[in-house]
């Protein structure tokens, strides 16, 4: 029996989620290690959820010492089938101050330390990823930012910068040059991930500063940024009920079946101790 449907994943200054009913709190370890924290499981009018920060609570992890993968793999054994992804991002653009939500549908990849596939070990899989964002759940977050009357923006671009320091004035107005809109450090191995494991995904990416390209506007710095967080973290779980209260049941979109095709080894000659600790994801296949 699955215990989540519905996966949400705080980030900056969104460590729980206030709202949910007939709460516990669960730790797995998957088999690719320890998720950043235990998943607070509970319901949302009804709808099963999961919750994980993160960074952890009390923010003990840098981006770049995630364990995306036992995060996500994590969502999986527990069932659930569409992510809500929260985080915090500076912008790129005018247009997105502070306080706006912006929902990109697509992503620039800047890291270089990080595992981004549950693939390797004897198995060789390529998902596409053209459109790296599950259609249904951003607009779940657009129509819900418009529910609950803040401001929120369907499309864009994120650069997923490794960090954990901000970026140079050179590389910010690079990927102003690019047209990106916004710039964060997390959110890029999730997408890749879920789709791997077809698990719908989305992200709303809270602007907290415009990173540090604009004029007049001093270097960003992390006390300015938590006031914003704190401002962002409140609406954000109100948007985040409202989505969850307002997401269908069913799903039509093509992530449910991205493995379908995608992987190209012959099976019999994959490990099978791979074979094995992929087995969630591939059994159906295999």
């Known amino acids: ?31 690719f290690g320890e998720p950043s924290d235990a998943f607070v499981l509970g319901e949302v009018e009804g709808r099963k959820v999961a919750f994980l920060a993160r960074h952890g609570r009390g923010h003990r992890l840098l981006p770049s010492e995630l364990n995306f ?40 990849d800047r890291t ?9 070990d004897g198995i060789v899989a390529h998902v596409g990823f053209g459109d ?23 499309g864009g671009t994120y650069v997923c ?23 964060g450090m997390t959110n890029l191995q999730e997408a890749k991930l879920a789709r791997e494991a077809e698990i719908c995904y989305a992200t709303m990416a809270m602007v907290t500063d415009y990173d540090c390209w604009r004029e007049g506007h001093d270097d ?22 409202a989505a969850i209260t307002a997401m269908p049941k069913d799903r039509t979109c093509a992530c449910a079946s991205a493995l379908k095709y995608a992987v190209l080894t012959d099976p019999k000659v994959i490990p099978a101790e791979t ?7 591939l059994d159906k296949y295999l």
């Not at 960090?163 to 004035?169: L, V």
Request: hydrophobic share 45%; net charge positive; with cysteine.
């Open 112 to 120: 270089f330390a990080r595992v981004g596939t549950f693939f390797g």
């Open 132 to 154: 790296p964002v599950c259609g249904t759940v951003l607009k779940s977050f657009v129509d819900a930012c418009e529910a609950v009357g803040v401001v929120g923006k369907r």
């Open 1 to 31: 029996m699955n215990k989540a449907e519905i996966g949400i994943i705080g980030g900056s200054g969104l460590y729980s989620m206030p709202g949910l009913e007939n709460v516990r709190e669960e730790r797995i370890t998957t088999p």
């Open 161 to 183: 910068m490794e960090g954990p320091q901000f970026s140079t004035r050179a590389e910010s107005n690079l990927y102003r040059s690019w047209g990106a809109d916004v710039i």
């Open 220 to 241: 960003v710095t992390v006390d300015q940024i938590v006031a914003v967080l704190h401002q962002n973290a409140e609406n954000a779980a109100k948007v985040v009920k």
């Open 69 to 108: 993968r036992a995060n996500i793999f994590g969502m999986k054994m527990l069932g659930v089938e569409r992510i809500l992804s929260v985080s915090a991002v500076g912008s790129l653009k005018e247009e997105h101050k502070p306080t706006d939500f912006v929902m990109p549908d697509q992503f620039i």
């Open 275 to 281: 074979k094995k600790r992929l087995g969630l994801l």
